[in-house]
């Protein structure tokens, strides 16, 4: 920045530096309206990216409508569901069942003969682990690799327990201690018959040191307690008899998992029925998802006349084209077939404004009395003019969030126009500097000049009066 030399021209009491700000402060009057510019630019784009969000949020609404999962909710309920609880996957169709609970399953549990004194080794030798089901007291492997784990003379039964456990095995190892000793205590990761187990142990002598009451053999299952055996869940539904190897029965029923809580002493009733309240809860979310976006281009579009001030997008043709090709695809004709063919017709009309309202009533009544035709109204892929409208909503707002679609168009003019502001306010800037230091540099001269008149001035005066003195 320029600077001056001197207060005033020829120190005339004039304050130079107030006049060159206020000259260049005159001439930095458009790049001000520059920012200002700049700043409503960047306003919108904030506008657009908030509108562009609420059409994802549209776009999302309309995919679950025009999803076939979205139309097949399905209410289950238990007459008790502390014995009983159930569920069902969309499109189950509507039934009815009892269900009596003669006994839960388990898992198998052991308990090993008693090691003392507590706290001592064992023995050495392999502890080897199979799991199969219990019947009539013979174990039948289940056909799976067993697991070997090796024990040293010095391990401990926690040392031991520490080992199962360690070796991601199908059981969970445990130790209790009481009067009697300490036992490894075993348990099952799983219920069910086939989900048992069986252990035995090879302490590398003659075969019948593997089942004596001695060293690793103490901790075999034939030389234990079984405290609770492996069972399977059983049931009866409608008075068929069923199993689980587990609580949960999914493949009992087509569609229907029910869990038993609780041996029953009557029957407990599931039914599934068709879940309309789902439906309507889409159909609510759509229309609020539509809302929010008229709302805001209604808000950013219009013009206030009493008080002569208008909304940021006010006459901005691309908002407009969007509000308006979204009003389009919400009011448009469906000829899929059926009774219903507009909104309208399934009680969601469009208010002043252009919001829509929904009556839940007359929404409920066709959802219960033609749910194919309501759904065909929304989801219908017929093509064209036989297109649901969810359809075709979810048409277009993948159209206008695609990569070259509407919301990419308008960023991409946003963020040009910011390139060419901030260029702009740089010229500007060049301009001011520029002017500020020229006419620094004149007011200078010019001060350097009075200056010099000043001085040629007080010698004249000097001069004129050593001449009146003279000639008086």
Known sequence: ????????????????????????????????????????????????????????????????????????????????SKYVSASAVGGTLPTSFKVEVQ????????????????????????????????????????????????????????????????????????VLTDASGERLLLRSKATGEAAGFNLTVDEGGVPADNTDMTGLSRLTTLNGTVSQAGTDAKAKVNGIAVTSATNTFDKTISGVTFKVEQITTSPIEITVSKDNSAVQAKVDAFVKAYNDINQLLQEATKYDAATKSAGLLQGDSTAITLQNVLRTAIQSVSTSGGPFQRLADIGIVQERGGNLSVDSSKLSKALNDNPDQVKDLFRSTGGGAADGIAVRVKALTTNLLSNDGFFKSKDDTLQASLKRNDKDQQRANDRVDAFEQRITRQYNALDKQMSSLNGLNAYIAQQVTTWNKSTG
């Open 1 to 80: 920045m320029a600077t001056i030399s001197s207060p005033g021209l020829a120190t005339n009491g004039l304050d130079v530096k107030s006049i060159i700000s206020q000259l260049v402060a005159l001439e930095k009057r458009p790049l001000d309206t520059l920012k200002v510019q700049a700043a409503t630019v960047n306003t919108k784009i904030s506008a657009f990216g908030q509108i562009k969000s609420l059409v994802s949020t549209l776009a999302d609404a309309a995919g679950s409508l025009t999803s076939l999962t979205g139309w097949n909710g399905v209410a289950t309920t238990s007459s008790d």
């Open 103 to 174: 006994s839960l399953a388990q898992a198998q549990a052991t308990a090993s003969a008693p090691v003392l004194p507590v706290g001592t080794a064992v023995g050495a030798g392999t502890l080897r682990l199979e799991q199969g089901a219990w019947l009539a007291g013979v174990f039948t492997s289940g056909g799976g690799q067993a697991l070997d784990i090796a024990v040293t003379a010095s391990d401990t039964l926690s040392d031991i327990a520490s080992k199962i456990n360690g070796a991601n095995a199908s059981v969970t190892a445990t």
